[in-house]
């Protein structure tokens, strides 16, 4: 069984910053890509950023420059560091890791429960 831990989710004011946490746990032999979704109210799930295992990323053209994703391959994990953060912002944002390998299985995606960030002063 493979678990998505997500954290650092909150409420900040404009212009301020958060970093979201996810670490991927169980029998993981390894994964292709990690990466962040977020779900705005009354919209649909988007890509925030993904990185892949040698470390390209990937970013929503409307967030780069403003968001970093970043990955420890050793330990499972992704981070997104958000700068600059507006009320726009406001969202669940999921954490995503796609292609796990847990031999003898085949690969598979997974999701974390979310995490709510409010950005309001």
Known sequence: ???????????????GSLRLSCTASG?????DAMGWYRQ???RQRELVASVESGGNTDYS???KGRFIISRDNANNTV??????LS???????????SGVVVIPY???DYWGQGTQVTVAS
């Open 106 to 108: 085949r690969p598979r």
């Open 87 to 97: 009320p726009e912002d406001t969202a669940v944002y999921y954490c995503h890791a």
């Open 1 to 15: 069984q493979v678990q998505l831990a997500e954290s650092g989710g909150g409420l900040v004011q404009p212009g």
């Open 79 to 84: 981070d997104l560091q958000m700068n600059n």
């Open 61 to 63: 053209d409307s967030l």
């Open 27 to 31: 029998r993981i032999n390894s994964i």
């Open 40 to 42: 705005q109210p009354g």
